[in-house]
C-alpha cells in the first residue's frame, strides 16, 4: 500500500474528502487529478457489484485493466454507480470519467456521449420462473407481463418491436426486475443474456429461475465517454491487450463462469482498432 495520498492530503487541505474516500474504500485513495472516476453498476452479479467494499465482475475487470495502461493504480479509481437510464447525463456533467456498465454502443447514444471498444458482445434474451415453459422468446408475449429497465437498450427493443402485444414495466435496475419475478408479478424480465446468466446463479436465485437462452438483438459493450473524449486509441490498445494476453478470457470466466453461461464466440472478443465505435450498419 502506497501511503503518498497522505501528504498531498494534507498539502490539498481536503481531510473532510480524504475522511470519506478512506471510509469508502477502506483503504488508500486519491482524489482530485489523480483520480480516475468509473461509472459502473452496483446489482449485476459476475458483470458490476458492490459487494460490502469490494467491487467484482467482468465490467469492473476490464474497467481495473483499462485504468491501469492508463496510468491508474487500483486505489485511483474512484467507482461510482451508474444506473441505466443516467449514463449518458453522467458523462455529460462530467461526474464520472469512464463508464463500464453493460452500456451497449447505440446510435441515440452516439449523439450525446462517445464509446471506446466494444470489449464485449452479448445479446438481448428472457429470464423467467424455472418452471416456465411458455415463454420461448420474444414472440411468444403475448398477453405476458415484461419487466425491464428505463434508459435501456433492452426496454426500447421491445417498445419499438412487441409493444402492442406485451405489458412492460419498466424498473430502475434489472436486480428490481428480479423481485417482481420472484413474487410472480410479471412473466419475464428481458436485457442481456449475460446480465440474466449472472442474476439466475445468484445462491437466492439458483434453481428458481432460468435464462430462455434465445438472443433476439446484438449488444456491443463500449466504454462510455463524454463526446469529444480523445480516449478511444488508449482503451482501445488497453482491451486488444488484454485479449492478447489471455486476461479478458480469464476475467470472464472468473466472472461468469460459475453460471454455466456461454458468449458467442464469433463476436467475441471484439478486435479494436484506434478509432471511437460507430454503430454496425447491418
Ligand atoms: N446493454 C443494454 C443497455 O445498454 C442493457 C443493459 C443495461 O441496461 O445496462 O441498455
Redesign the pocket.
Known sequence: MAYSFLTKKAAAGTALAATAALVFTGCGSSTGEDTLRIGI?YDQPGLGYQDGREYTGFDTEVARYVANELGYAEDQIEWVESP?SNRENMLSNGQVDMIF????ISETRLKTVDFAGPYFV?GQDLLVQEGNTDVTGPESLGGKDLCS?T????AKKIQDKYTSTVQLVQQNSYSDCVVALNAGMVDAVT??DI?LAGLASTKANKGELKVVGNTFTT?R?GVGLPKGSDKCPAINAAINKMVETGVWEEALAKSVGDSGFKYNTELNPPKLTDACATVEKK
Open positions: 453498476k441505466s456498465a453493460t452500456y451497449s452479448a429497465v434508459g435501456s437498450t433492452s436485457t442481456d446480465i449488444e459493450y
